[in-house]
């Protein structure tokens, strides 16, 4: 799988690397007046998403469709990485605490 660059050509557009390779295959099939798309699981697993994720569509400058799941408006990168921390922590478990005293430095590390 090479990965190739796509350059943006308009305002709007982003940079972005996409693989040759598909790394699995969905169906369109009828739903109601619409076409649903059907995604593998491994797919969903590898991606990180779930049934009932919004998904944004978007097209490459290539014609290649993209999907990626709803970014939530209004949030700066540093806001997301703190939701994400606190989502991260709130699954600390009391039996994960109390391995701080099992480190070690190493390399460059200073602990104080």
């Not at 919004?54 to 949030?75: N, Q």
């Amino acid at each position: 799988m090479e990965p190739r660059e796509i350059k943006p050509s308009n305002k709007g557009v982003e940079q972005m690397t996409v693989l040759d390779a598909p790394i699995g295959r969905g169906t369109l099939g009828k739903w109601g007046n619409s076409v649903g798309i059907r995604i593998p699981s491994e797919v969903l697993k590898v991606a990180h998403l779930a049934e009932g994720t919004t998904l944004d569509f978007y097209l490459s400058t290539d014609g290649a469709i993209v999907l990626r799941p709803k970014r939530e408006s209004g949030l700066s990168e540093q806001e997301r990485l703190r939701a994400l921390y606190l989502e991260l922590a709130a699954q600390v478990t009391p039996d994960m605490e109390g391995h701080e005293e099992d480190w070690e430095p190493m390399g460059d590390e200073i602990f104080e």
